[in-house]
């Protein structure tokens, strides 16, 4: 596995090597709208990192002079200020940093717990197989935005990073529907076979045979998983289940934005433009990573 | 057929039966309670207040408390709206959340299959591009930017539709509302749409319906596209727990008066009863819908078998 992660860095696509992860990087670098994509989520993720620090303002610092006043005014609030005289442009920085935060941890706990709900139901089959995707079942049956409200009453508001914990331990549910089927798929293998005769432990086939081969749908998966959290955080943000005052999320800015729309029409715009070009670009990626590795569907 | 029903119709009980129970005591887990106010109430108040509600009683006797009130179509006392019961919020809201609901649908299918329809047949053309662009922006845009927006251009500045509220009976009001909840679903129907008719239209019996000299509307109408909304009709069931979803925000942006919004408050205040009410409902509604889609996928498709 490890020399088969190695051949996708460019220094080995570019003498040529023709491996899996060689083809699949060289079709995903054909694809224009995913590389553009790419390098929109790169260039955003810098400038939410490092761009709050070239503005003179705290993002919870209130100024008395300058309350709610329009982008390009004779000022120094480059993207206007709130209501509160709050630096929209900090601010909306700092609820991009959170939603990226969240949208990678909540993915990671999901693809920890979904491959590995996955791999063992599938691989150890019968009535283990047939327990744990029942429980899988019970839990699609409700929308998952359910699960995630009856969550958010469970946490003190405010502890947004366990809140989102517990929401990535719950969105592992197709993840561990694919990893089961794939592995369905590869567990009569001969390779597995050789492990199980030469004695490997039931956790160690998993771990060392099982999972690196069902890795390529896994990793399409959780690039469409990040966009799927980012807009759960807004979401719940947006109905005040989420991050709070006097902290910002991209959800908690749309929402003051959609109060206040009628007369400071930048403080819906502004966050709401950051979230639509992320959404928008994580999908992009996903869908040029789905074409990039998955070889049957070109 | 009728077989295979009927163990989809008796499967949905187990599912709900777990549902309510796995909710029931997560909810109850959560710390803090209903009558946690930003100003502490006197111990004995807040003692009399939970032995009012039953609150005090051990857990496992509420849970059968419960179970034996919902048997009989009662959902019990809202914490937090004093005079009301949950059966009385969610029976007042459910209502117009369900005509947002199947309307939105409804719009989607009305609109969405005739795109893709279209986008199928003048495949890679303009058009084509124009309508999969705006699908693309169609489902990357949350309702919660799109209704602002909608209401923002539509209500204030073009002033042709209310911005928000709700009065019995003005259909103006759930325009906007509708449409915001219908745009996504648009979109991914459409979607669907092209992709499988693509699909149809390259396969031996529309060949055959072609070259035996019917008319290219006929071919569409009468032999592609039945085959070709399979996909559409089983994308219902997880539709209708979009729009579930989706009605949330949406009766939180317009001020519909609907039951969606007894949700986020019933989270927000603590109140069991009601969020335990609402998911009750909830649940009930996505199963029994996922199911009639199911039932209508059998039917509609001939290699579908029941055993």
Redesign the interface.
């Known amino acids: 596995m490890t020399e088969l992660v190695s051949s996708a860095e460019p220094v080995a696509v570019a003498v040529a090597s023709r491996g899996f992860w060689g083809d699949a990087w060289r079709r995903l670098k054909r694809n224009k709208a995913s590389m553009v994509a790419a390098t929109v989520i790169l260039l955003i993720t810098l400038v939410a990192f490092i761009g709050p620090s070239l503005s003179p303002h705290e993002f919870d610092a209130i100024d008395w002079d300058n309350m709610a006043v329009g982008p390009g005014g004779p000022n120094d609030h480059w993207l206007g200020t709130d209501r509160l005289g709050r630096d929209l442009y900090v601010r909306t920085l700092f609820g991009v940093q959170i939603s990226l935060q969240i949208g990678l941890l909540a993915t990671l706990v999901s693809l920890c717990i979904g491959v590995t709900w996955g791999a063992t139901a599938g691989y150890l089959g019968g009535r283990v197989d047939e327990l744990m995707m029942r429980f899988v079942d019970v839990l699609y049956a409700l929308p998952y935005i359910f699960i995630v409200i009856i969550l958010s009453t469970m946490f003190e508001r405010g502890n947004i990073y366990v809140l989102f914990l517990a929401i990535g331990a719950v969105g592992w549910l197709t993840m561990a529907r694919i990893v089961r089927g794939q592995t369905l798929s590869i567990k009569r293998k001969e390779f597995i076979e050789a492990a199980l005769a030469s004695g490997v432990s039931t956790p160690s086939i998993l771990m060392r045979h099982i999972v690196p081969n069902v890795i390529g749908p896994v990793i399409i998966y959780a690039t469409l998983t990040i966009p799927q959290m980012i807009l759960f955080e807004s979401f719940l943000s947006f109905l005040g289940l989420g991050v709070q005052e006097p902290q910002a999320s991209l959800g908690s800015l749309i929402n003051e934005g959609a109060q206040e729309m009628e007369s400071a029409v930048w403080m819906l715009l502004v966050p709401a433009s950051f979230l639509v070009s992320l959404l928008t670009c994580f999908n992009f990626l996903g869908d040029g990573l789905r074409d990039a590795l998955d070889p049957r569907d070109r | 057929m009728m077989r295979f029903a009927l163990r989809r119709i008796i499967g949905v009980f187990p599912?709900?039966f777990?549902?309510i129970t796995?909710?029931f005591f997560?909810?109850r887990?959560?710390?803090?309670g209903p009558f946690d106010e930003e100003q502490a109430l006197p111990p004995e108040i807040k003692a009399n207040l939970e032995a009012a509600y039953g609150l005090d009683k051990p857990l496992g006797e509420q849970y059968l408390r419960y179970l034996s009130g919902l048997a009989r179509g009662d959902f019990g006392p809202s914490f937090k709206f004093k005079d009301f019961s949950v059966t009385e919020l969610i029976a007042q809201g459910l209502p117009i959340s369900l005509v947002l609901g199947l309307s939105a649908v409804l719009l989607a299918l009305l609109v969405g299959i005739p795109l893709g329809t279209l986008a199928a047949l003048r495949q890679n053309s303009p058009t084509d591009y124009g309508i999969m662009s705006v699908a693309?922006?169609g489902?990357?845009?949350?309702s919660?930017?799109t209704?602002?927006?909608f209401?923002?251009v539509f209500g204030?500045y073009l002033r042709w539709l209310p911005v928000a509220g709700w009065e019995t009976g003005q259909l103006r009001y759930l325009v906007l509302p509708v449409i915001t909840l219908a745009l996504p679903v648009i979109a991914y129907i459409a979607r669907l749409t092209r992709g499988s008719l693509l699909e149809v239209l390259r396969t031996n019996f529309v060949r055959t319906a072609r070259a035996k000299g019917l008319p290219e509307s006929q071919v569409i109408l009468k032999h592609a596209l039945r085959p070709a909304l399979l996909p559409v009709v089983s994308y219902l069931g997880p539709a209708t727990?979009?729009v579930?979803?989706g009605s949330?925000?949406v009766e939180?942006?317009f001020g519909l008066p609907g039951s969606g919004r007894y949700?986020?408050q019933g989270?927000?205040n603590?109140d069991y009863t009601l969020?335990m009410g609402m998911?009750v409902v909830?649940?009930a509604l996505?199963?029994t819908l996922?199911l009639i889609a199911d039932l209508l996928y059998g039917w509609l498709d001939p290699r579908v078998r029941y055993d």
């Open positions: 599912t709900l777990i549902i796995l909710s997560v909810i887990l959560a710390p803090g693309v922006l489902i990357a845009l949350p919660f930017v209704g602002p927006l209401a923002l204030l727990a979009f579930i979803t949330l925000v939180t942006v949700l986020v989270a927000i603590r969020v998911i909830y649940g996505t199963l996922n």
